[in-house]
Each structure stands twice: as C-alpha cells, then as structure tokens.
C-alpha cells in the first residue's frame, strides 16, 4: 500500500493547548497536504506545503516537511473546543495528481 | 477555491439495489476524483474521471461495480451497482483547484447499505 501513517491515531489534550500530528509517506511528492474531517463529513482543506518548502504558517497551523525523512507535521497552537476532528494528510506522487491519504489522527479537545 | 455539493446527502438502502451519486462543481474542472471512506476508515481513490473519456479506476475497483460517467466539466455521477454492506461508506468527490494544486471536496454522501 501507498498510503502513509499517521501518528498518534488518537490524541486528547486539554484546551488551550499545543497539538501535534506527524505523518510519513513513502514514494517522492510534489507536495502533501493536510485536512480536517469533522464527525464525518467532507474534508476541509488546511494548507497544501510544496516538496521544496520546509516550513509554513496559516493562523494556528504550523506545518513542517522532511522530504529526506519522508515526514511531515501538522502543529495547531492554542487549542479549542471546535477543532476536535480527524485530521488527514496526503500526498501526491510526483506526476499523479491522485492523493494518497494517511490513516488519520482522532484529536480532543477537552474544555 | 471550488464549490462542490452532492447529492444525496445519505442514503439507506437495501442489499442488491443501486444508488447514484451526484457531483456539481461551481466551476470547469479537468478532472474529478471519487474516493470511498469506510467507517472508521481513511479516504481510498475509487477512480478518476476526465470529460469525454472513460474513467480510470484503482486497483480493487471495477467499472461494473462503480460505473462513473462524466456528461461535461462541472458534472459526475458514482452509481454503487449491486450493493452489500460491504458498501456502507461515505463517497466523496474532489477537484483540483484551478491554477493550484489544492484538492478540494465535497460534503460527503453516507451510504448505509441493510
């Protein structure tokens, strides 16, 4: 299988703080994104980081990539209630534009 | 970024019927994508349709069970032939934004198949 990993499967933190998701992927990748599912529904898209950045910024969102490492994370800052979801990242093989998503990370914010 | 619903929104059906799904996007797109997510699941690419040209599916999927048809570039259709519970799932469609590399995705349609 293509598809990546997550980790941890499921986090649960208190409000107000630092989450943080890592994934790995396993073939070269034009870029990864990530994205946030709550309870079920459509994907919401969070930010999309480039094979040739290494670093990038969106409100509370800090993604980093290790294309040497094959891995990326996803850090929210300053948790809250509403960004209890799953969070996915995924991947597009250089020259596909199909993605290949990982398994997931179940996060909690507890008030 | 694009807009994109579908219908229906969920469904409950019985074992060896057929649901088609819809897509609308706001916007002509080159290709839409078809994924399947089985409960407690992640997101699994059943096929790939491009206007005009017969879909391209996964391994694991076969046309006869997921037949997609593409009629113009904001428009598809997933029809899940035959179902079993096996099938119960949320399908969502995707686009490629236009001038990004961005996918964006639809509300989902929850299938229950009994």
Known sequence: ??????????????????ATMNCSYKTSINNLQWYRQNSG????????????????????????LDTSKKSSSLLITAS??????????ATDAQGA??????????????P | ????????????????????IQCQVDSQVTMMFWYRQQPGQSLTLIATANQGSEATYE????????????PNLTFSTLTVSNMSPEDSSIYLCSVEGLNTDTQYFGPGTRLTVL
């Open chain 1, 1 to 18: 299988s293509q598809q990546g990993e997550e980790d941890p499967q499921a986090l649960s933190i208190q409000e107000g703080e630092n």
């Open chain 1, 80 to 89: 809250r209630a509403a960004d209890t979801a799953s969070y996915f990242c």
């Open chain 1, 41 to 64: 529904r459509g994907l919401v898209h969070l930010i999309l980081i480039r094979s040739n950045e290494r670093e990038k910024h969106s409100g509370r969102l800090r993604v980093t």
């Open chain 1, 97 to 110: 534009q199909k993605l290949v998503f990982g398994q997931g990370t179940r996060l909690t914010i507890n």
């Open chain 2, 59 to 70: 391994s694991g999927f076969v046309i006869d069970k997921f037949p997609i048809s593409r």
């Open chain 2, 1 to 20: 970024s694009a807009v994109i619903s579908q219908k229906p929104s969920r469904d409950i059906c019985q074992r060896g019927t057929s649901l088609t």
